[in-house]
């Protein structure tokens, strides 16, 4: 394979799994807690919107960012007063959040912008750019390791770094803190937590907090550094591919991380597969090559979806006993 075209795929293969990676570290943390949450894709989209519509506003980063991490986190919360407050059923609330995302968001960019649900684009200054911009120009006349190198690792913004930062983070977190023991055993056994003094209800809060963090981050990214503007539906089931990713990687921060790996490497080998006449089958249709990422998602969850493990709690609402 071509060096450049290696080194393009990597970059591509990056950028594409970084929403991923977030989604599915946000999904992980809240079922650790032993809260299904199927509304990670109206999250993430809810959260590109406030970015889009407050980067768009305002002209600034931190505010877009403030916006989409006020509404996801609100989303968690108010997934968590049905399903952990009242004891309501965990997946009937996530599709809820999708639902209410993929309208209101519609509904509000109509209204606000009438630009068909779209909001206008974010400025230059507003988007994220790549931190060492010059790096793939400086390496791009050496062999293999300049596009490997340059345009590979070194052609990213600041966002693609903290995805793939936050995977050992949250492995020490979950696995190296009293939080995170404390986070996994509710998870797992409910009554032992409560039975030591240590209440559910908050740990499970706690969990949909940082879920709705992680969401935030994802769903900005998306709108700031992506693309330039909120479109509806822009998340086009990436929510649900970074569950799939979670599960596939058995709850685990660094096998979620390479499921989203190879997700994000099906989807970019999707993407330079179009218009190509591949031998003795010629030209492939557009359609069936944007499907495919998700069908081979689709055949790897399938596949592996029995062999896992889910946390023992998952999806039980927690009855405190008297």
């Known amino acids: 394979m071509d060096d450049a075209l290696l080194g393009a795929l990597l970059a591509s293969t990056l950028r594409v799994a970084t929403p991923l990676m977030l989604c599915a570290l946000a999904g992980l943390i809240a079922e650790r807690a032993g809260v299904i949450d199927i509304g990670l894709e109206g999250k993430m989209l809810f959260a590109a919107f406030a970015a889009g519509a407050a980067g768009a506003a305002w002209g600034s980063t931190t505010l877009a960012l403030g916006a989409a991490m006020l ?13 952990v407050s009242h004891r309501g059923d965990q997946v009937v609330s996530g599709v809820a959040v999708n ?24 400025t230059a200054e507003v988007r994220l750019q790549a931190i060492a911009p010059g790096a793939a120009e400086a390496l791009r006349g050496v062999p293999w390791l300049g596009p490997l190198l340059g345009d590979g690792l070194l052609s990213h913004n600041i966002m693609v770094y903290l995805a793939i930062a936050l995977v050992p983070a949250v492995w020490w977190l979950l696995y190296r803190t009293r939080f995170g023991l404390r986070l996994r055993a509710v998870g797992e056994n409910p009554h032992m937590v409560d039975a030591a003094g240590v209440s559910v209800i908050k740990l499970r809060y706690a969990a949909l907090t940082l879920n709705g963090v992680l969401c935030s ?20 089931g990436r929510g649900f591919m970074a569950l799939a990713a979670m599960i596939f990687g058995k709850w685990h921060p660094v096998g ?16 330079r597969l179009q ?48």
Request: hydrophobic share 55%; aromatic share 10%; glycine share 10%.
């Open 99 to 122: 639902i209410i995302a993929v309208g209101l968001t519609a509904v509000l960019g109509i209204a606000w912008f009438a630009q068909g649900g779209q909001t206008p684009p974010v």
């Open 217 to 236: 981050l994802a769903g900005s990214y998306l709108v700031l550094a992506q693309n330039a503007s909120f479109v509806p539906n822009m998340t086009a």
């Open 71 to 83: 509404v996801t986190i609100a989303l968690s919360w108010l997934h968590g007063w049905a399903c």
């Open 275 to 322: 218009g190509v006449k591949l031998p003795g089958i010629g030209e492939v249709p557009v359609q069936a090559i944007q499907a495919l990422p998700y069908l081979l998602t689709v055949i790897l969850l399938a596949g592996f979806i029995g062999k896992t493990t889910a946390p023992q709690a998952l999806g039980k609402p927690y009855l405190k006993e008297r």
């Open 256 to 271: 979620a991380f390479w499921a989203c790996l190879l997700f994000g490497f099906l989807d970019a080998v999707a993407i």
